[in-house]
């Protein structure tokens, strides 16, 4: 009896000893206290009755199919998310990771800083479904110095027709079509059809786009028919040559026609986009700068029966030779884990587990079939009203944005219309690549990029709207030496030779 009751003490013993490994099977604590931080979504207006960010079900789904039961989210800002983790970060809070939408300069602030941790022991160990997804380019947008990489970037998905989707020059296609001409191919081209229009529709604003604070240069889409959808370019010998200094005065020489002349809006300088979008609504504007994101222009027009049409105006021929718009930044969106993180490979382990749980990925990218959308009888997902309203919330909950997974989302959001009107302008999709874009913050931006940028943008404003005239572009490069610019060239040009050189040739094969 006393041996029997020795054995099953020591059985009990051993599985006490055994317990943490039951939960900590292959290294991972499925009891980790998660703490990640999500992007916010503009589309969002809150949560169905009962549900907040910590209690609804999707992340409840999430916890229960991944195993990770205490994981918890907070919800960044829709607008200006970067000013809030920035303040939450310098007051000493971390998380176990950040999941940023788009913030390209907030990675390399903190990466230059040495905030962020290497991600890849974790991503060999637990994440062969991220490394299926994961591309050449997009790994490089987080690839330090050493080789290691500090983030997990989600590539851009925004694709159709073969292609990425980018943004152009919309137009009223209704008023093109009265007018009866040729679609432009140069700014000269596009200069008079302003002029046609402008004599036919005296009320109407022929050009206009949303400088928001001031900024003269938001808008890449024409910027980039002169020249200036990169930084640099490579000259015949191999230098670099700033694209700024080539062409900066042909551009402001163009805008300051346009807007002397009344072709440019008189407000573009500090409209925002929901001022400009108000103008298109109500029929005062001819063309102006978007994407394939402006459902609210047909939408409203169909509501309110307003016979109004947009269309893209295909590329213009560029000041450079080159014809197309400029290529998006190969990531949507990134996973960061600064250095604190206890849990980097159970976060890699959640997200690969969701990724490799379509029922899952679909439960939290669309809903329940019947309850929230249906499947036609083309295969495509049609949304079902008002339920499929009150789960919009769910944006924040998709862990990953596969190509297939955007593309019905698109769908259900009603993004497809302006999609084919981009699609029927721009067959290739964007074509220009900005090399640069891939290069990390260096020391000589962190010194003078904000006063060198002040006085770029501050003399570009002026001379568009006239209270400087187009040499004034000479003395702005003066001022932008003086203040540091000749330092951001040289460390631009150091980078180029010894990376930037050798990844433009590796994406071109």
């Not at 040495?114 to 490394?131: K, Q």
């Not at 925002?272 to 459902?295: P, R």
């Not at 509501?303 to 295909?314: I, Y």
Request: glycine fraction near 8%; hydrophobic fraction near 40%; proline fraction near 6%.
């Amino acid at each position: 009896m006393k041996r029997k009751l020795i054995s099953l003490a020591l059985i009990a013993m051993l599985l006490l000893a055994l317990m943490p490994a039951l939960t900590l099977a292959d290294g991972l604590n499925k009891d980790a206290p998660i703490v990640m931080w999500l992007p916010g979504n503009g589309a969002v207006s809150g949560f169905e009755e009962g549900a907040t960010e910590n209690d609804n079900r999707f992340i409840n789904a999430i916890r229960e199919k991944t195993g990770y039961k205490n994981l918890e989210v907070l919800i960044m800002p829709a607008t200006d998310p970067e000013s809030t983790m920035n303040l939450m970060l310098s007051s000493g809070d971390y998380p176990d990771v950040i999941y940023v939408n788009g913030l390209r300069a907030f990675f390399l602030r903190y990466q230059t800083e040495g905030l962020w941790a290497p991600v890849d022991e974790a991503i060999a160990a637990y994440g062969p479904e991220i490394t299926k997804l994961v591309t050449d380019e997009a790994w490089a947008t987080v690839q330090g110095e050493d080789g290691k990489h500090y983030g997990i970037p989600n590539p851009l998905h925004t694709s159709y027709n073969g292609h990425l989707l980018g943004g152009g020059i919309l137009y009223r296609k209704d008023i093109f079509d009265q007018l009866g001409r040729e679609v432009p191919k140069t700014t000269e081209e596009f200069y008079e059809l302003l002029k046609a229009v402008q004599e036919a529709y005296p009320d109407m604003i022929p050009y206009s786009y949303a400088g928001n604070t001031g900024d003269a240069l938001v808008n890449p889409y024409f910027r980039s028919v002169f020249g200036m959808w990169t930084p640099y370019r490579v000259a015949d010998d191999g230098t670099l040559e700033s694209t700024n200094r080539l062409y900066m005065k042909d551009f402001v020489a163009y805008m300051n026609r346009l807007y002397k002349e009344n072709l440019l809006d008189p407000e573009f300088l500090y409209q925002t986009g929901n001022n400009l979008n108000e103008k298109i609504i109500n029929g005062k504007v001819f063309a102006w700068d978007g994407g394939v994101w402006g459902k609210i222009i047909r939408q409203t027009w169909e509501s309110t029966g307003f016979e109004g049409q947009q269309a893209f105006f295909p590329p213009l021929e560029g000041i450079d030779g080159n014809t197309g718009g400029p290529m998006p930044f190969p990531v949507a969106n990134c996973y960061m884990f600064p250095k604190t993180t206890k849990y980097m490979n159970e976060v890699v382990d959640l997200v690969n587990t969701f990724l490799s749980d379509k029922e899952l990925e679909t439960f939290v990218n669309f809903g329940i079939e019947g309850e929230h959308y249906t499947v036609n009888a083309e295969g495509a997902l049609e949304p079902k009203y008002p339920a499929y309203e009150n789960i919009i919330y769910k944006i924040y909950y998709r862990l990953w944005f596969k190509p297939d997974v955007w593309w019905n989302n698109a769908v259900l959001g009603d993004f497809v219309p302006e999609i084919k009107l981009y699609d029927e302008a721009y067959p290739e999709g964007p074509t220009l690549v900005n090399i640069f874009q891939y290069a990390p913050t260096n020391q000589a931006q962190l010194d003078y990029d904000t006063a060198v940028n002040d006085i770029l943008h501050e003399y570009v404003a002026k001379i568009i709207v006239g209270d400087l005239s187009v040499d004034a572009v000479d003395e702005m490069f003066q001022k932008m030496d003086e203040s540091g610019l000749k330092e951001i060239e040289a460390a631009a040009a150091a980078w180029y030779e010894k990376t930037g050189a050798g990844l433009a040739e590796r994406f071109a094969k």
